[in-house]
Every structure is written in structure tokens, then in C-alpha cells.
């Protein structure tokens, strides 16, 4: 469980997953990018990323993309609204 009760902050065990799925919902807070880097550190099972977690890997340079599992983006076009660099954006769509 996230010690956080407003917002997302720290992934939770990540071993019983057969996949991951995160980015509604999530918020553009600095401890919601924080925690979608352990995340992406942490994760080996395929993931799924859309909204927020899209507009927090596009906005933080400390967010180095994709963690190395198979992952997958939905992005639409008001996703990437505020984006700085849409092209550092290179993850394959589904």
C-alpha cells in the first residue's frame, strides 16, 4: 500500500503481477514522478502507461523513459498538451 494516502508516491510490491497498468488518476505531483520512477526501475512484467504517467516521463528529465520490460502507451493527442519534448517520447503506441 502507498504510504500516501492523497496521492501516489512509491509503487507497491510488484511481485504478484502479471502486469502493470498506471497513469490515470495518477496526478503530475513531484512525488507521484518520484514514485513512477521506482516504478520503472522496479518493474519487470509488462506495463501499460497513459495520462499522467505520459505527462510526468515527458516533463521530468530525471524520468529516463521506459523501464526495460515490455511496455506499452496510449497516448491520444491531449496527452501530449505541455509536453517539452515530444520527441524524447519514443515508446511504441499499442
Same mark, same amino acid.
Given at each position: 500500500?502507498?504510504? +500516501?494516502?492523497?496521492?501516489?508516491? +512509491?509503487?507497491?510490491? $510488484?511481485? @504478484?503481477?502479471? #502486469?502493470?497498468?498506471? !497513469? @490515470? !488518476?495518477?496526478?503530475?505531483? +513531484? &512525488? +507521484?514522478?518520484?514514485?513512477?520512477?521506482?516504478?520503472?526501475?522496479?518493474?519487470?512484467?509488462?506495463?501499460?502507461?497513459? #495520462?499522467?504517467?505520459? &505527462? $510526468?516521463?515527458?516533463?521530468?528529465?530525471? $524520468?529516463?523513459? @521506459?523501464? #526495460?520490460?515490455?511496455?506499452?502507451?496510449?497516448?491520444?493527442?491531449? &496527452?501530449?498538451?505541455?509536453? =517539452?519534448?515530444?520527441? =524524447?517520447?519514443?515508446?511504441? #503506441?499499442?
Amino acid at each position: 500500500m502507498d504510504e +500516501s494516502d492523497i496521492l501516489f508516491s +512509491s509503487p507497491p510490491e $510488484l511481485q @504478484p503481477f502479471a #502486469a502493470v497498468g498506471i !497513469g @490515470p !488518476g495518477l496526478g503530475c505531483k +513531484s &512525488n +507521484s514522478g518520484k514514485g513512477l520512477k521506482q516504478l520503472l526501475e522496479q518493474v519487470k512484467v509488462p506495463l501499460v502507461m497513459d #495520462a499522467d504517467a505520459l &505527462n $510526468l516521463l515527458a516533463t521530468n528529465p530525471f $524520468l529516463d523513459g @521506459p523501464a #526495460a520490460g515490455p511496455n506499452h502507451t496510449d497516448p491520444h493527442p491531449g &496527452n501530449s498538451t505541455g509536453w =517539452r519534448d515530444p520527441v =524524447r517520447m519514443h515508446i511504441p #503506441a499499442i
